[in-house]
């Protein structure tokens, strides 16, 4: 048997298609967007080296506006935060009390996470629509002719336009992960809780929330690193307008690449979001270390 | 529940209903305006069941807006994603569990690493090489990395499960005459069932969805997947509503078709991925 295991040639056979695969598409390809941020790169041709001046450009130049992307990608990090996960911490610890109903509640708040974001961006062009949207149809009836809007149109409005589905969409993922962690608090511990009179409140904040801690952790790198990344729903709303208003990262990085040509710049853009995810990975672990 | 009050129950139940209908809702909208006719959606109807059931506007997108054919696109590529990712993540979990060797743990790490890595990552080095090896514009353009984004996920999921097999099922295998290959086909893949359809579900539902990669990498019409296919379909449509609402549902029905009978198992592949990474 352990003959039969030890087998060099098995071992490699094995694990070679994954190697390939994950090298090749995965981590190769995090070097060569490093090596071609240092290049100024139409994509095909030849690449002229310019060492650093794709990263002094990006943080510099106002017509690029990266730093105007990066604050809104973080004010959705903030948002999300602060207000997403909140809201999807009340529902899991409220779903997590055996609840009437409680499965059903579960799934379909779990549902806007399956749908493809192309779809709910769709929807909420619809829901949006100055003309015949239902939210300024909503508020005409009410008499509110002027609160209507353009509001994926409006510099003033765009943003929090596009930020109140990408936020709504997700709430159900974190309340799955976080029903998850209060599911698994041993019911011996909120007994004994219990029996020493604590109130629901008190048994929420002494018990599960420490015991959910890891799971908040994860949680809230997600909501981080998904914001900094964020793309599909704001391609589909605004695609980074009106006058930018909108613009991420990522919206930035596609405009680069495929409207004007800048692959160089392109993966400069590439390699900022890989090392802001990691960076913000890295410090929300360190301040929930330092908290305990 | 023993010891709230009657009161703040009724108020939690309210809030959670409500809750229900922000979900709810813009499904049910999406459902009732793909089959209204454009006064109906406009204003005459905005919120209630159809009047006249506009069964035109399916068959619109389906021929027009040919959403039978990104349909067809985006199952062929997920179902390849799916067995490629499968055969690929069982044999590497097979070498990382049962072979033996030094660096087993070290490489699981690795393999890992993964399920951080964003796919803006690698999107100009994969468009440049796919280009070079004039596979842009074919649907390997989207299975090689939909399968190397979904390998991390499927191992990890993989590996919990393989750990469970009894090792005496190996060993009495082996006394029997079976080689490797043997036990790994006839021993330990068919009793990878469950984490075979956690991974297929999974991996399923990261491709039916994606647009990024599908955006980029796909520009011919007729390769298009659904996501990119929706997009041109509202693009082609700009005043007509019901066929979007047609194509909406139509790229959504098999996924929440799965999902009413498998929610469970839906759930627990989504928590396993994002826990234990």
Redesign the interface.
């Known amino acids: 048997?352990?003959k039969?295991?030890?087998?060099?040639l098995?071992?490699l056979i094995?694990?070679l298609?994954?190697?390939l695969?994950?090298c090749?598409?995965?981590?190769?390809?995090?070097g060569?967007?490093a090596y071609?941020s240092f290049f100024d790169w139409s994509?095909f041709g030849a690449k002229t080296f310019i060492g650093f001046s794709n990263y002094k450009e990006l943080f510099t130049s106002n017509a690029i506006g990266f730093l105007k992307a990066l604050r809104n990608s973080l004010l959705l990090a903030l948002l999300s935060v602060f207000l997403q996960l909140p809201l999807a911490l009340a529902?899991a610890l409220?779903?997590g009390?055996?609840?009437?109903?409680e499965?059903t509640?579960?799934?379909?708040?779990?549902?806007?996470?399956?749908?493809?974001?192309?779809?709910?961006g769709?929807?909420?062009?619809?829901?949006y629509n100055p003309?015949?949207g239902?939210l300024n149809?909503f508020l005409r009836s009410i008499g509110r002719e002027d609160w209507a809007q353009i509001w994926l149109g409006n510099k003033k409005t765009a943003l929090g336009a596009v930020f109140v589905p990408t936020l709504?969409q997700y709430v159900?993922?974190h309340m799955?992960?976080l029903y998850?962690g209060v599911k698994s608090v041993p019911q011996e511990l909120r007994e004994a809780a219990?029996l020493d009179g604590a109130?629901?409140g008190q048994v929420n904040r002494y018990i599960v929330l420490p015991y959910i801690k890891p799971?908040i952790r994860?949680s809230v790198i997600?909501a981080v690193?998904g914001s900094l990344?964020s793309?599909?729903l704001i391609?589909?709303l605004t695609n980074g307008g009106p006058l930018h208003a909108t613009e991420v990262p990522?919206t930035l990085?596609?405009n680069m690449?495929?409207l004007r040509n800048r692959?160089g710049m392109?993966?400069t853009i590439?390699v900022m979001?890989?090392i802001l995810?990691?960076g913000f990975?890295l410090l929300i672990s360190a301040i929930f270390k330092e908290e305990d | 529940m023993r010891n709230i009050s009657k009161g703040r129950q009724i108020v939690i139940y309210i809030g959670l209903i409500l809750w229900m209908l922000v979900n709810l809702f813009p499904v049910y909208w999406m459902f009732t305006f793909s089959l209204k006719s454009n006064p109906e959606i406009f204003g005459e109807n905005i919120i209630g069941l159809p009047r006249e059931w506009l069964w035109s506007n399916y068959s619109s997108a389906l021929n027009t807006g040919k959403m039978g054919v990104y349909f067809l696109n985006s199952a062929i590529v997920a179902i390849a994603t799916i067995l490629i990712t499968l055969v690929v993540a069982l044999m590497a979990t097979f070498a990382l569990t049962r072979l033996i060797w030094k660096q087993r743990k070290t490489l699981n790490k690795f393999f890992m690493l993964g399920l951080t890595i964003p796919i803006h990552a690698s999107i100009v080095p994969v468009y440049v090489t796919l280009s070079r090896l004039h596979l842009l514009n074919t649907y390997w353009a989207l299975i090689i990395p939909y399968s190397a984004f979904s390998l991390s996920m499927a191992i990890l999921v993989c590996t919990g499960f393989m750990n469970e097999i009894p090792r005496e099922l190996d060993e009495s295998a082996c006394i029997d005459g079976c080689s490797v290959w043997g036990i790994f086909l006839r021993i330990i893949v068919p009793l990878m069932k469950p984490a075979v359809a956690t991974v297929g579900i999974y991996t399923f539902l990261q491709c039916w969805n994606e647009l990024m990669f599908a955006n980029v990498f796909i520009s011919k019409s007729s390769l298009r997947t659904l996501p990119v296919g929706v997009q041109a379909l509202s693009g082609q449509y700009t005043t007509e509503w019901g066929p979007i609402g047609a194509a909406l549902v139509l790229a959504t029905f098999p996924t929440l078709f799965i999902y009413i009978f498998l929610s469970k198992k839906i759930q627990d592949s989504f928590v396993a991925g994002a826990v234990k990474g």
């Open positions: 048997m352990k039969l295991y030890s087998n060099k098995h071992i094995f694990l298609p994954a190697l695969l994950f090749g598409v995965l981590i190769a390809p995090i060569a967007s071609f994509g529902l409220t779903l009390k055996k609840i009437k109903g499965r509640f579960l799934s379909v708040y779990f549902m806007p996470v399956l749908i493809s974001t192309v779809v709910i769709q929807l909420w062009l619809k829901i003309d015949y239902i149809v709504w159900g993922y799955l992960l998850a219990m109130t629901d799971i994860i997600f690193t990344k793309f599909d391609y589909v990522s990085m596609i690449l495929f692959y392109g993966s590439a979001l890989i995810c990691f990975a």
